[in-house]
């Protein structure tokens, strides 16, 4: 299982290698699918292997929280989480093999994500010039019916 963990890391770490030079709102903007942003998918991934590290001595981690401060974490954050994983995770447990399975289907999600971001036509940087909840129905309109 260690082989398959440490295939896993090098996988995760070329895509953190790309995702660092993203601007904070490339990083948080929600894609529609997946976890929704690069960075949710980054922070469910790690989530992944709470249960094997639990009852690990010298591991903290405010994971079980992430969903409730998300908004304030950024990149650094997202590494130091995986930094921490690496030094503590069990390769042997139970829940490792599934928790890696599952890794490398987000990771092909944010892969994905990254795609787009690439694409000239699709400029998600103009379309989040703030760290603003961008909202896709702009042209909508709300009529009240009347009884």
């Given at each position: 299982?260690?082989?398959d963990y440490n295939w896993v890391k090098s996988e995760r770490q070329q895509v953190l290698?790309?995702?660092?030079?993203?601007s904070e709102s490339e990083f948080a903007f929600n894609f529609g699918f997946g976890e929704g942003s690069i960075k949710?998918?980054?922070l469910a991934i790690a989530n992944l292997y709470q249960s094997s590290l639990s009852n690990k001595d010298g591991f903290t981690?405010?994971?079980?929280?992430?969903?409730d401060n998300e908004q304030t974490l950024n990149f650094a954050d997202v590494q130091?989480?995986?930094?921490?994983?690496?030094?503590?995770?069990d390769a042997d447990h139970?829940?490792?093999a599934q928790s890696i399975g599952?890794?490398?289907r987000r990771l092909g999600h944010i892969d994905t994500?990254?795609?787009?971001?690439?694409?000239?036509?699709?400029?998600i940087a103009e379309r989040t010039s703030s760290r603003q909840k961008v909202t896709e129905r702009l042209n909508m309109t709300i009529t009240r019916l009347s009884q």
């Open positions: 299982m260690a082989i290698d790309k995702v660092k030079n993203l949710k998918s980054l981690s405010s994971l079980e929280n992430y969903r130091h989480y995986f930094n921490a994983i690496d030094a503590h995770v139970p829940s490792t599952e890794e490398f994500m990254l795609h787009i971001i690439d694409q000239e036509d699709y400029r």
